[in-house]
T-cell receptor, first 113, second 116 residues
Framework: DTGVSQDPRHKITKRGQNVTFRCDPI?????LYWYRQTLGQGPEFLTY????????KSRLLSDRFSAERPKGSFSTLEIQRTEQGDSAMYLC???????????FGQGTRLTVV | AQSVTQLGSHVSVSEGALVLLRCNYS??????LFWYVQYPNQGLQLLLK??????LVKGINGFEAEFKKSETSFHLTKPSAHMSDAAEYFC??????????????FGTGTQLKVEL
């Protein structure tokens, strides 16, 4: 068990470009979450998967954001036409079943210039 | 809807002194409560959790927290601070719902500074 893995750890992109992040959860964890954390704030929930089904999306997840978990294992989070306001740490977490704690990855820090 | 309030965005203690980080929650149903720690440019590590069993919860690194329903509080304590405890601490709440996810709602965090 190597923990939740996120790639890349850091991403600098120009405004208007598209970016994609990957998250590999702990194996056999069927629940996967994405959070966004801006400087000086706590993480905010973006979206949640149970296996390959995306069961909940936050209002924070605008039309420019899309997340997938095609085979119920790894997940990707894509941001299209990035804006400076998208600069944040994007955290992925996974859990084995409902009502158990989530294990977080180290995050992907996005900087939009 | 649930929410978390962490009183004090910055707390400073001397090494060896008591650590007390405050967390109050609001929830329509009995919640699950968590404390996470975050070191710079890292993800979050679970310190401890309350899931409706014992109200006094012991976690890693000597931390503990007490769930007080009457005060809607879940304050984090450690008897003796160590330099390595310097980090940001987040209190979080989730609702135990059947078939639902474990969506966490976080407070804004408390930055703990430990001084010699």
């Amino acid at each position: 068990d190597t923990g939740v893995s996120q790639d890349p750890r850091h991403k600098i992109t120009k405004r208007g470009q598209n970016v994609t992040f990957r998250c590999d959860p702990i194996s056999e964890h069927n629940r996967l979450y994405w959070y966004r954390q801006t400087l000086g704030q706590g993480p905010e929930f973006l979206t949640y998967f149970q296996n390959e089904a995306q069961l909940e999306k936050s209002r924070l997840l605008s039309d420019r954001f899309s997340a997938e978990r095609p085979k119920g294992s790894f997940s990707t989070l894509e941001i299209q036409r990035t804006e400076q306001g998208d600069s944040a740490m994007y955290l992925c977490a996974s859990s084995p079943r409902q009502n158990t704690e989530a294990f977080f990855g180290q995050g992907t820090r996005l900087t939009v210039v | 809807a649930q929410s978390v309030t962490q009183l004090g965005s910055h707390v400073s203690v001397s090494e060896g002194a008591l650590v007390l980080l405050r967390c109050n929650y609001s929830s329509s149903v009995p919640p699950y409560l968590f404390w996470y720690v975050q070191y710079p440019n890292q993800g979050l590590q679970l310190l401890l959790k309350y899931t409706s069993a014992a109200t006094l919860v012991k976690g890693i690194n000597g931390f503990e927290a007490e769930f007080k329903k009457s005060e809607t509080s879940f304050h984090l304590t450690k008897p003796s601070a160590h330099m390595s405890d310097a980090a940001e601490y987040f209190c979080a709440v989730s609702l135990p719902v059947t078939g639902g996810g474990n969506k966490l709602t976080f407070g804004t965090g408390t930055q703990l500074k430990v001084e010699l």
